[in-house]
């Protein structure tokens, strides 16, 4: 009789030690490069550009942006640790450049919209960015279904968003820089 050790049973991915130190690499990496994007670009209740925009109804206050913002970037990088420290499985490359080249047209949006005042061009934006979280979530669903949930308020968010930018686009045609020709 062969003896069974704990080491020699298979884990599940959260306790293979992959799982944590991506975990502990891509959530501080992406809320640091998030957060650091969005100040830049001015992103915050002092943007006198934006404080002059007649905003939808629907407007959520400034602060929860902030919060909200918070909360999905730890979600999906959560998804990407899930994504990363599994093994042994397809689509796991083409799941991982999805994500980034996602988020790395979502760390456009902030910069064209509150510091370039292109609001149409920001709406393109929001486009390809739900365009590619949806693709980054049906991959990492099919890598680990827990990976797809924690993309999904993201997607919603997203969607939300794009309303969003779109009602300002309509409520305030002269405010597009695009539209003003500069």
Known sequence: MAETFIDDAPQPWFATGSFARAAIVAVPAILLLGGLVARVA??????????SLTLPAFQPPGPLFGIAWSILYTLIALALA???GTRGVGG????????????V???T???VFFRL????????????M???????????WRINRLAG????????????AGTLNVTIMLLNPTADAMQMGI
């Open 117 to 128: 005042h292109m609001i149409s061009a920001a709406l393109g934006i929001i486009g390809v």
């Open 42 to 51: 001015g992103s915050t209740e002092d943007n006198a550009w934006y404080q």
């Open 105 to 107: 047209v979502n760390l």
């Open 92 to 103: 796991k490359r083409l799941a991982i450049a999805l994500f980034v080249v996602g988020f």
């Open 82 to 84: 899930v994504v990363w």
């Open 149 to 160: 949930w924690l993309m999904l308020p993201y997607c919603g968010w997203l969607v939300f």
């Open 130 to 140: 739900l365009v590619l979280a949806l693709a980054t979530t049906w991959a990492f």
């Open 109 to 111: 949006w902030s910069p």
